[in-house]
């Protein structure tokens, strides 16, 4: 089976999953994102790599940080930006999928940055245009269904590797709702293939998958996942905390009784912080629960890496973009 | 018509009959089997059988063929001609149309409808319970009358337990047959696909097996209870046969099913999202594929059934979750069954009984119907298992060219159908 993101050289030409993607083209978008965290640095905040380049960002589910931060790397590359609501436009009005893409396409579009509800949906479209023959047009996954949020994975892996350096004597603990989690996922495989040798699934038995400890395979196979139900175990000496967002609908009924319980059991506060490494970060991909996922004091501490994130977020997606449709570096 | 089947390998799975011979049919009847024709036999037509394997017409135990209801996902005449295409001369409809099939009036039109020269012969399953919504028991003496051969709730399962036992005890009463799927609604709710590691990877949905097995504990204990004739249809893993197996050893008399795509794919079938791999119930493990195979040679599983469900290319062409389960299949079940039994190196009549002998006596059709004797029916099948084909949008009658095979190279092509005695179907064009 070919992984529909690579071409036939094994090269990337769209990013749609982190799972089936190599060590090498993981650290070579990471050594690309570097120098690009210097351009918000400079007074004119822009590079010309995508000069000229039509970049629609498709959203059929709401997101204004998602989107903003696609828009904002974009426009520093030079770009020319087309933002489409659909779940508000097309959709509504029973225009298939396809046949939104098929429109966009025939108005000139180069990259197409996606979020679907579905899992799946970027792969959809990325078979559609080469079935088309149109896979000069890019598809950047921005989050489908429970999928994957690839770019999220890889800023997270930025940021690891900023405050860590080497992946292969971590250990890292992935906390809260695993089962409906596109970031997790992103997350597991990413750090499977960087080599973390001990990473952790922490959360209750309703909200991770069945499969929890076969979630990964490929490159990745016999990774070292590791399922804990109880808090102290997934936190103890471990390098890295990453927290996930309980999604509010989550919160009541049969997956858990109330957010109040869930933070008593799984809330990340000082005292259980202090069960990691001294040195441990913590990350969050927002926005935010405080006081449900997340305690202020650790939300606010020195530990946390959280904004960092959001601004390696921006030279990450640079970095992907250019890597797609541009082929220059930032120097 | 007089036609003499010259030169085949006549097999007949009924009697374990493997020999080349000639088949002759006079009118809807076969009247002779052997090397010399019947007395004062002159056949107006012969079909060079040279190479080919002449078996009873494959017997179908589940294929939508979509009327009334869904006419732009496919009709009768379209899914005749796939049917025919594919050796199949009987096929039961599920009860899933639009309306159901809950009314004596939509059966008899069905009837009606499907009663052509070279058509397959159409058995309908009626509904269980009206509307399939699981609360008022359907007219089934009617229906009986009108032609259903068993009831069913085709995918929708009766949520009221009490609802069930009832149907069951009065489908008891008449010894009306009663054909259900395992699935429990609230365990298979929002599911897409096998809660297992490929579910877990790819983000979707997942419905367990216990979905399976704990509907089929509820079933198999109001068989028993009730003394329903049950067969269970589409089982997909390990351990829903294993329940199966021990009520059959407690001595409950069950039957059941496995579809042409359980027995040969698996949920890492699934790929890249790929919508044909849209089921239901949903690809399951390797490891079931494996037990399923395994318990189809052993006589676990009565019969393969192609489950045949076309489905528009619109509602395939969408996303995994939002697309429609299904898969095409009556030109998919000889290959698919011919594979089966290559891969474990089987007898072939051991293999072709569960489309043919063994479906038949599913439906209680014994007197002369899926076998190949003097007297009998003349349904046939006449095949070349050495050619190869490859599953492609154009080769395929069907309306639906939905199928997780496309592009994949099968063997077993069909080179003629007859049904009652009609050719039904020519690969040579001779129509």
């Known amino acids: 089976m070919n992984n529909p993101q690579l071409n036939s050289n094994g090269e990337l030409i769209h990013l749609l999953s982190l799972d089936g993607l190599s060590r090498e083209i993981i650290h070579g978008i990471l050594d690309r994102a570097a120098p690009f965290t210097a351009v918000a640095e400079r007074e004119v905040k822009k590079v010309p790599l995508l000069r000229g380049k039509s970049v629609f960002n498709l959203f059929f589910e709401n997101s204004t940080r998602t989107r903003t931060t696609f828009e904002i790397a974009a426009k520093r590359l030079s770009a020319d930006v087309i933002n489409l609501n659909i779940n508000t436009s097309s959709a509504a009005k029973g225009e298939s999928l396809l046949d939104t893409v098929d429109n966009l396409a025939a108005m000139q579009a180069d990259m197409f940055v996606v979020r679907h509800a579905s899992s799946g949906a970027p792969y959809l479209i990325a078979q559609h245009l080469a079935a088309t023959r149109r896979d000069h047009i890019h598809v950047v996954n921005a989050g489908d269904g429970r999928h994957a949020h690839p770019t999220q994975g890889l800023l997270d892996m930025f940021t690891i590797r900023h405050y860590k350096k080497d992946f292969t004597k971590l250990s890292v603990a992935v906390v809260g709702d695993i089962l409906h989690s596109r970031v997790a996922r992103s997350q597991l495989h990413a750090l499977a293939t960087l080599g973390v040798p001990d990473i952790r699934l922490v959360g209750p038995q309703t909200l991770l998958p069945t499969a929890a400890d076969r979630m990964i395979e490929g490159e990745a196979t016999g990774a070292p996942l590791r399922v804990c139900h109880k808090l102290d175990d997934g936190l103890r000496g471990v390098d890295v905390v990453m927290m996930l967002r309980l999604q509010n609908e989550r919160m009541q009924g049969a997956l858990l009784p109330s957010p109040q319980e869930y933070f008593k059991s799984y809330g990340l506060t000082p005292e259980k912080l202090a069960l990691a490494k001294p040195d441990a970060i913590v990350m969050h991909p927002g926005p935010m629960n405080r006081g449900i996922e997340i305690d202020s004091a650790v939300a606010d501490g020195k530990q946390a890496v959280i904004l960092p994130q959001v601004t390696f977020g921006i030279a990450v997606r640079m970095a992907v973009m250019s890597m797609l449709a541009g082929g220059g570096t930032a120097q | 018509m007089k036609i003499e089947i010259r030169n085949g390998r006549v097999v007949d799975p009924s009697s374990g009959l493997d020999q080349p011979a000639s088949v002759y049919v006079a009118g809807s009847k076969i009247v002779g089997v052997g090397e010399t024709a019947p007395r004062s036999f002159?056949?107006?037509?012969?079909?060079?059988?040279?190479?080919?394997?002449?078996?009873?017409?494959?017997?179908?135990?589940?294929?939508?063929?979509?009327?009334?209801?869904?006419?732009?996902?496919?009709?009768?005449?379209?899914?005749?001609?796939?049917?025919?295409?594919?050796?199949?001369?009987?096929?039961?409809?599920?009860?899933?149309?639009?309306?159901?099939?809950?009314?004596?009036?939509?059966?008899?039109?069905?009837?009606?409808?499907?009663?052509?020269?070279?058509?397959?012969?159409?058995?309908?399953?009626?509904?269980?319970?009206?509307?399939?919504?699981?609360?008022?028991?359907?007219?089934?003496?009617?229906?009986?009358?009108?032609?259903?051969?068993?009831?069913?709730?085709?995918?929708?399962?009766?949520?009221?337990?009490?609802?069930?036992?009832?149907?069951?005890?009065?489908?008891?009463?008449?010894?009306?047959?009663?054909?259900?799927?395992?699935?429990?609604?609230?365990?298979?709710?929002?599911?897409?696909?096998?809660?297992?590691?490929?579910?877990?990877?790819?983000?979707?949905?997942?419905?367990?097996?216990?979905?399976?097995?704990?509907?089929?504990?509820?079933?198999?204990?109001?068989?028993?209870?009730?003394?329903?004739?049950?067969?269970?249809?589409?089982?997909?893993?390990?351990?829903?046969?294993?329940?199966?197996?021990?009520?059959?050893?407690?001595?409950?008399?069950?039957?059941?099913?496995?579809?042409?795509?359980h027995l040969h794919l698996c949920d890492r079938d699934i790929g890249f999202f790929d919508a044909h791999a849209r089921l239901d119930p949903p690809l399951r493990a390797p490891s079931d594929r494996d037990a399923l195979a395994a318990g189809l040679a052993d006589g676990s599983i009565d019969a393969l059934i192609s489950d045949h469900t076309p489905v528009d290319d619109d509602a395939k062409q969408t996303p995994f979750d939002e697309a429609e389960a299904g898969a095409t299949g009556l030109e998919l079940l000889l290959p698919l069954t011919l594979k089966w039994a290559a891969e474990r190196q089987m007898p072939l009549a051991q293999a072709l009984a569960k489309i043919t002998s063994e479906p038949a006596r599913i439906l209680g059709l014994t007197a002369g119907c899926g076998c190949i004797a003097p007297g009998a029916v003349a349904d046939l099948c006449i095949f070349d298992p050495a050619a190869k084909f490859t599953v492609s949008r154009e080769r395929l009658k069907s309306q639906g060219k939905n199928t997780p095979f496309l592009g994949k190279e099968l063997q077993g092509e069909v080179r003629y159908t007859l049904t009652e005695g009609h050719l039904a179907y020519s690969a040579d064009r001779l129509l």
């Open chain 2, 42 to 261: 002159q056949p107006e037509a012969v079909l060079d059988a040279t190479g080919c394997v002449v078996c009873p017409g494959l017997i179908d135990l589940s294929a939508r063929l979509r009327e009334p209801g869904f006419e732009y996902k496919a009709t009768l005449e379209s899914e005749m001609a796939a049917a025919a295409a594919g050796g199949i001369t009987r096929l039961v409809c599920p009860p899933d149309t639009d309306p159901p099939l809950d009314e004596p009036g939509l059966v008899e039109m069905l009837k009606h409808r499907a009663r052509q020269p070279g058509f397959a012969q159409v058995h309908p399953v009626g509904a269980l319970t009206t509307k399939l919504e699981g609360k008022r028991l359907t007219e089934m003496a009617e229906l009986a009358e009108a032609g259903c051969i068993a009831f069913g709730q085709a995918s929708v399962s009766i949520v009221d337990t009490q609802v069930l036992m009832r149907a069951m005890q009065y489908a008891a009463t008449f010894d009306f047959p009663v054909w259900l799927q395992a699935q429990d609604t609230y365990l298979t709710q929002g599911g897409v696909a096998h809660d297992g590691a490929v579910s877990a990877r790819l983000g979707l949905a997942g419905i367990p097996v216990l979905a399976e097995t704990v509907a089929l504990t509820t079933i198999l204990q109001l068989a028993g209870a009730t003394g329903a004739r049950l067969h269970i249809r589409r089982v997909s893993s390990a351990a829903g046969l294993a329940l199966i197996r021990a009520a059959r050893a407690d001595g409950l008399a069950v039957t059941c099913d496995i579809t042409i795509n």
